[in-house]
């Protein structure tokens, strides 16, 4: 039966996709505000799918007008259930159209998305509510049991069908009504484009979890940053999937709930985690561009479906550096890559004369800053607490520090760790790096991850690069290992590729090293070989 949206999705004859400015701003100006550019959307394209959700029982479709009724809506029954400016709206849900909504209808209510980790433990959430303030509970079904003890406020349950007779679906269809069809006009724009957007919660791996404040201009621009630097179009289709591709709960989605309408794209959203159906939609639905980090990137490629593909997909790289390896497998299936949300590789028309192994170490380096950001520096930091830039010579490593239009405004409601993040002036990544004579900057490790083996520093990422670079690695991780003498050795996890022999790779992989590492870096323990799930 042909997917019907709810009528309370069906925009009036009359529509009128335009808020009313603040009489005080000048003629000249408007605040950034990303929720712009889904007006803009609807206005221009209004009959283009937007949101595409089928991988589920009862799929559903919007077209750009039906999924800005909806956003409206929501906003509407965010006022009337008492959300005022600033307050925070708690999410949790997976990559489905009810997260798509909250990333426009939250700000049109002029409150804080707080998108949160389903895969947190119980406590972690409750500590997320609690911290955040949140004052109302959106949750998709599935993670319910998750929030069953929220109190702040109330806990509105979405079934992911988009039919009528879901306490979501009853919810905008409340927000509809309690507008009284005033439309865009009846919701005042945020008239601070500095008033914050997201609050996303880091993981909590060195403590508790730090809320991550963005602010509504710091988002419109990271959004425009992402359409250009990424290429996105009216002809774009974007695949967001749960876990193998990379979720929009995860820091906004890198901002690419927002790039996509920018740039008039189609949005597709898969709820669970399955290769095949990501293939399928590769193959079939014509996906252009994705997101993922390293460790998805491998899973994809390697998955039985996998194959060129006959036009080119993006992936859009971040969480970690990738192997060249990997963005070697990945052009072989006609997958370019590319970097966010901060720097990328900007490829040089000299590289298309290089073999694919040369090209592939050139384009691993994480180069330059995006459009609408200032240009990354890779420093040391003296005795008096200056910060110096590293000579450009591949050589010096220094930490990766930050400033600009995108950078986070602060730790919410933590000064010192905002003030300890934002020492000298610039963002702290906790990234080492080098700067090459060309000014790209290559990520060698994580301050607190470098190894020092004998008083030399080896990167834990420099060693997966080249032992990835072994025909018989899948994956590979490098750790620090205690050792007597040295102080610290490196300590190699590989996953070997489905079929490959396991009898005396040991030997082979070491040798390998010997090959291409010096030896205070090479690992001088036996591997630990994975073959999926068990080491040996």
């Known amino acids: 039966m042909p997917f019907e949206p709810t009528p309370a999705s069906i925009p009036p004859p009359t529509v009128l996709l335009r808020q009313d400015p603040p009489t005080s701003w000048a003629v000249n100006y408007t605040a950034l505000n990303p929720l712009s550019v889904l007006l803009r959307a609807a206005l221009i394209y209004p009959d283009k799918p937007a949101l595409i959700h089928e991988d589920v029982p009862r799929p559903v479709y919007y077209t750009y007008a039906v999924w800005a009724q909806r956003v409206q809506n929501l906003a509407y029954a965010l006022r009337a259930a008492g959300i005022r400016p600033g307050d925070r709206v708690a999410v949790v849900a997976p990559n489905c159209p009810l997260i798509a909504d909250a990333h426009y209808g939250v700000l049109a209510a002029r409150a804080i998305l707080t998108s949160i980790n ?30 069953r003890d929220f109190k702040a406020g109330p806990i509105i349950v979405s079934d992911d069908t988009g039919r009528e007779g879901c306490a979501y679906e009853d919810f905008l269809a409340s927000g509809r009504l309690y507008s009284d069809e005033k439309g865009w006009r009846g919701l005042e724009m945020e008239p601070d484009e500095s008033a914050g957007a997201t609050l996303c919660y880091t993981s ?38 749960v876990t193998r591709v990379l979720p929009m709960f995860h820091a906004a989605g890198w901002c690419f709930p927002w790039a996509t309408v920018f740039a008039f794209a189609t949005q597709v959203t898969i709820r669970s985690v399955n290769n095949t159906h990501i293939w399928n939609h590769f193959l079939r639905t014509g996906v252009t561009h994705y997101c993922g980090a390293p460790t998805v990137q491998i899973g994809l490629i390697n998955a039985p479906e996998a194959r060129r593909l006959d036009k080119t997909c993006t992936a859009i790289i971040a969480g970690s550096a990738p192997t060249a390896a990997l963005i ?35 384009v691993a380096r994480q ?90 520093n080896a990167s834990s990422l420099a060693i997966e690069q080249e032992l990835a670079a072994h025909p018989d690695v899948l994956e590979v991780s490098v750790v620090a290992r205690p ?25 082979r992989l070491n040798a390998f090293a010997r090959e291409r590492l010096a030896g205070f870096e090479c690992p001088d323990v036996t591997p630990q070989v994975l073959d999926g799930t068990l080491a040996r």
Do not use: C
Request: proline share 4%; net charge negative; charged share 25%.
């Open 118 to 147: 389903y895969r947190l433990k119980k406590h972690e959430i409750h500590y997320i509510l609690e911290h955040s303030g949140a004052k109302i509970v959106i949750v998709d079904h599935e993670y319910a049991h998750l929030v």
């Open 204 to 241: 909590g791996t060195t403590g508790r979890p730090k809320g991550v404040l963005t602010t509504l201009r710091g988002a419109y621009l990271a959004a425009v940053a992402n359409a250009y630097e990424s290429r996105l179009t009216r002809e774009s289709v974007y695949l967001w999937q």
């Open 328 to 362: 070697a497998g990945l052009e072989k299936l006609n997958i370019a890559t590319t970097y966010g949300p901060m720097t990328r590789n900007y490829p040089q028309p000299a590289w298309a004369a290089l073999s694919a192994e040369e090209r592939s170490k050139l």
């Open 367 to 456: 180069g330059h800053a995006f459009a609408t950001a200032d240009e990354v520096r890779v420093v040391q930091q003296r005795e008096d607490d200056e910060i110096v830039d590293v000579p450009l010579d591949a050589k010096s490593v220094g930490e990766v520090v930050m400033r600009g239009n995108i950078v986070m405004q602060e730790y919410f409601s933590d000064e010192n760790a905002t003030r300890n993040a934002f020492r000298g002036g610039y963002f702290r990544s906790g990234d080492l790096a080098v700067r090459h004579p060309d000014g790209n900057i290559s990520i060698l490790d994580r301050s607190k991850d470098i190894i020092i083996s004998g008083g030399e």
């Open 483 to 507: 050792h007597p003498r040295w102080g610290e050795r490196p300590m190699a996890f590989v996953v070997l590729r489905p079929g490959k022999d396991r009898d005396g790779f040991e030997e």
